[in-house]
């Protein structure tokens, strides 16, 4: 992260995190809290990518299941299972990821375009691309992810 | 200078002016006494005067040009030159209503209202407005610059002007603040009864000290009785007495710690208690700001309609919480244009009815205990049960007979139904009926009720009961299916154990009698969406939540009844904004969740789905008769739900209640289709699919068979005997079963 003295640039921090196999990040701006995972308490009727909601400090908080969102094969929790608080425009959600790794500042030059050949939610949700120790991290969208939630709810 | 600041103080403290402006004028017109009358006038002075210079102020000409011109006219009336007649009053009333359309989005100024500013000031006959300001265009006598309002002395309109508001005792605070504080108090009250449930361990543990105690004592006893070695003696002696004190130090803890928390959990409750209810006072707003908008509603709307109409308002002070005065707000006004536009006659009737010419609108406001009582009466000419009944039916809501059976209460109900209206002509005013089954819809949000009560040829009253606050609600937690549930205690009418032998059908829906009338029985869990079965396939009695749901009674049956509680009901947020079924999550003492159903919207959603279904059926019906279907099943309850689920979708049901007699009916009637359970008496499933295919030689005939047995190990047997489908019924819903028969009956799309 260099910064050149002629041209100020706008470094964001961003918290990643994994899906499967995959790297994920979202600004941290969003983001409320990291939480352990607990069992939600399921709504009869919901897509199984919304399995439920929780009670974080008195917010009720419906949980979206990432895996599922995009498509992954769902999973049994583990001890590295987290749920990301997020809020964004009036909606308020845990993120069922597999594990949270690092909050890592980077710097908007270094943004690529997402690859041409995503489909699916993935090319919704993805809107950038960034290489973080030479391995691909995605970067979501959480307008587009909440809308592409409440689609399906 | 940044005046953005200013700008929606400005709209806030303009709209203050505009309601004050208007109430003013509204009672000049029906003030005799000349003092109240001056004095309405003074407040109508003021309120425009300082609309006019905060307008200059912030360089809203267009708003002071207005302002200036209302000014000048009751400056005129103040000093007797010019009299407050009724079109004088008209016009007034329309430059407030100019003003507040200028002012809503300031620091923009919709065109068509700046377009009619100068056209208005031109109306008015005012002088030419002066645009000098740093001198008042002319010094009429006005209030008091500031501390007492009442007092009408004169003095210079230019010093309240200029000096700054100051010794009001208000701060303005933002409503989300508010909502948070309202949730935090709300979330002390629910640790609250945590902390009670540690009080009850503690009373636990010092029973187990008690226990422990007299143990000990029995085995001091015990021992007294029994002989020893005096240095045997003496080291027991020496045990017990460290037992004995150890013993008494416990007991002693044991009880003081409960005491403490005891006294602890009495203060905090009555803090918890006093901080709720300021909480809530903060929150609590004089109905008056609703209700002031009345008067003028009622002769604007009278004027339309060529009718006559005063009106009269009680208890303008009654507060409730601002969330509830948003939500009644619009059914409110809905209610008062209906008893304006529907319910008073055209003076020449009333008077040949030999009533006063005017009607009268009474509109009321009372707490009592935890809720607020709002009633809209008319004078007018009521509404006829008979007329509402034969409406009912030509809009198709229900049949002739259905209706003529129904009460008179349970009639009027009727026009809270969607599409309703009574009205002979749709007039501009009263809409189209759309909006009773709204004011109802925001009623029920807001856990309260609405009622009817009507003499023809006397008048209508409508009544609003509303909760006082929206800070806990009384919910009744039930278990259905696996999951907790809790419904709002205010909606559920009753209580009722249902045995299964007490359903009875009636047209495939299954029924239950109850104080004479027949009550529809449904499954909660089901209605919810969970796949489960009815809790009478469970138990053989269950117990059920009796409701009202538009004239209909209902029963909805669930595992059980757990608790009932005061709870604080938490938003699930607009994720689930399209299940209005849902309406929120209440929290319970051990922090986990339980989902809040509003039972009416479930009922009402689920009536809609059902609405969908002779779709499903209509696409049957091309083919020249409804496929026949066997439905065998030996639980009453499977098989009652069957058939409905078939019968709702357009098949002709015949039930059998075991394999025998499912075969004897196979040999007297062609069906199909079978669709059948395993494990039954006489003839199981899998014996009697072999049988229809040996012994009748219907190798054809699609089977699908319905079981509990989900091992692989069944399935195969089943197929082997020539099954069609196996449904296992832990994965059983209705819609696969539907999917699954159409295939098999080659009508699949």
């Known amino acids: 992260m260099q910064s050149s003295p002629a041209q100020p640039v706008s470094t964001t921090e961003y918290l990643m995190f994994r899906v499967a196999t995959e790297r994920y990040a979202l600004a941290s701006t969003p983001v409320r809290e990291i939480m352990r995972w607990r069992a939600p308490t399921p709504v009869p009727g919901a897509p199984p990518l919304l399995p439920g909601v929780i009670n974080q400090r008195g917010q009720i908080l419906a949980v979206i299941d990432l895996r599922l969102l995009l498509g992954l094969a769902a999973a049994a929790p583990d001890r590295a299972t987290r749920l990301i608080w997020l809020h964004h425009g009036d909606i308020d959600a845990a993120l069922l990821v597999d594990a949270v790794d690092d909050l890592i500042p980077i710097d908007a030059a270094h943004l690529e375009p997402p690859p041409a050949n995503l489909t699916g939610p993935a090319q919704r949700v993805i809107h950038a691309l960034f290489r973080h120790h030479d391995q691909p991290v995605a970067m979501l969208d959480p307008a587009a992810l909440f809308a592409l939630v409440q689609e399906a709810a | ?749």
Not at chain 2, 450 to 476: A, E, F, Y
């Open chain 2, 1 to 749: 200078m940044d005046l953005t600041s200013f700008y929606a103080q400005f709209r806030d403290e303009t709209a203050d002016n505009l309601r004050i402006l208007n109430d003013a004028l509204l009672a000049i017109e029906g003030q005799a006494g000349e003092t109240l009358r001056r004095s309405e006038l003074d407040r109508a002075f003021r309120a425009v005067h300082t609309i006019k210079g905060s307008a200059r102020m912030l360089g809203f000409d267009p708003i002071a040009q207005v302002a200036h011109a209302l000014e000048h006219v009751l400056g005129e009336i103040r000093q007797e030159r010019r009299a407050l007649d009724r079109p004088l009053a008209d016009v007034l009333l329309r430059g407030g209503d100019l003003i507040g359309q200028l002012a809503a989005a300031v620091p923009q100024m919709p065109a068509p209202a700046l377009a009619a500013v100068p056209e208005f000031v031109q109306a008015l006959g005012a002088a030419a407005p002066q645009p000098p300001l740093a001198v008042a265009p002319q010094p009429p006598p006005a209030a008091a610059p500031q501390p007492p309002p009442a007092a009408a002395s004169p003095s210079s309109p230019m010093l309240a002007e200029t000096a700054p508001r100051t010794a009001r005792q208000t701060v303005r605070v933002r409503v989300d603040r508010l909502d948070r504080l309202f949730n935090l108090a709300g979330e002390l009250a629910v640790n609250q009864q945590w902390l009670g449930e540690v009080g009850q361990e503690l009373y636990r543990l010092q029973e187990a000290v008690d226990r422990q105690q007299r143990a000990v004592q029995a085995l001091e006893q015990e021992l007294a009785r029994l002989r020893f070695s005096p240095t045997q003696r003496q080291a027991l002696d020496a045990r017990l007495t460290v037992l004995r004190d150890a013993q008494a130090a416990l007991a002693d803890l044991a009880q003081r710690q409960s005491d403490r928390l005891d006294r602890h959990l009495a203060r905090q409750q009555m803090l918890v208690k006093d901080l709720e209810q300021e909480v809530m006072a903060v929150r609590l707003l004089p109905i008056a700001t609703i209700f002031n908008s009345l008067p003028r509603l009622v002769r604007d709307l009278a004027a339309a309609t060529s009718k006559q109409a005063t009106i009269e308002i009680r208890g303008e002070t009654t507060e409730l919480d601002r969330k509830v005065l948003e939500l009644i707000s619009d059914p409110l006004v809905h209610l008062v244009r209906n008893a304006v536009d529907h319910g008073l006659e055209a003076p020449d009737e009333r008077v040949a009815a030999g009533k006063p010419p005017a009607g009268l609108i009474q509109i009321s406001a009372e707490s009592a205990g935890n809720e607020v009582r709002i009633q809209i009466r008319d004078d007018g000419r009521g509404i006829d049960p008979e007329r509402v009944r034969r409406r009912a039916v030509e809009l198709g809501m229900l049949a002739a007979e259905r209706a003529s059976q129904l009460d008179t209460q349970e009639a009027l109900d009727l026009i809270f139904q969607p599409g309703f209206s009574t009205a002979r002509t749709v007039t501009e005013i009263s809409g189209r009926g759309v909006g009773m089954d709204i004011v109802r819809a925001n009623l029920l949000e807001l856990g309260g009720q609405v009622r009817v009560d009507s003499t023809v040829g006397q008048g209508t009253t409508v009544s609003l009961t509303i909760p006082l606050t929206l800070i806990t609600s009384r919910v009744l937690l039930v278990q259905a299916g696996r999951q907790m549930l809790a419904l709002p205690a205010a909606t559920i009418r009753g209580i009722l154990w249902v045995r299964r032998d007490q359903v009875q059908l009636i047209d495939g829906q299954p029924t239950i009698a109850y104080q004479q009338r027949t009550v529809a029985l449904l499954s909660l869990a089901e209605l919810v969406g969970m796949n489960v079965d009815s809790p009478l396939a469970r138990h053989p009695r269950a117990p059920a939540l009796l409701l009202n749901v538009r004239q209909r009674r209902i029963a909805l049956l669930v595992d059980d009844l757990l608790d009932e509680r005061e709870a604080v009901v938490k938003p699930l947020g607009p994720l689930f904004a399209r299940r209005p079924a849902l309406s929120g999550a209440v929290q319970l003492g051990d922090g986990g969740l339980a989902l809040l159903i509003n039972p009416l919207q479930l009922i009402e959603g689920g009536a809609r789905r059902a609405a969908a279904l002779p779709v499903l059926s209509q696409s049957l019906r091309d083919d020249p008769r409804p496929a026949r279907v066997l439905v065998v099943d030996d639980s009453f309850t499977t098989r009652e739900l069957l058939r409905s689920i078939l019968q709702s979708a357009g098949y002709d049901v015949t039930a059998a209640i075991d394999g025998a007699d499912a075969l004897d009916r196979l040999r007297s009637t062609t069906y199909d289709l079978v669709v059948s359970d395993i494990e039954m008496p006489r003839v199981d499933g899998f014996t009697l699919t072999t049988r229809i295919r040996r012994e009748l030689a219907l190798s054809e005939l699609p089977v699908v068979l319905i079981t509990s047995l989900a091992s692989e190990e069944h399935r195969r047997r089943g197929l082997e005997a020539g099954a069609q489908a196996y449904i296992v019924k832990s994965q059983f819903n209705q819609d696969s079963l539907l999917k699954v028969i159409q295939q098999l009956l080659g009508h699949e799309e």
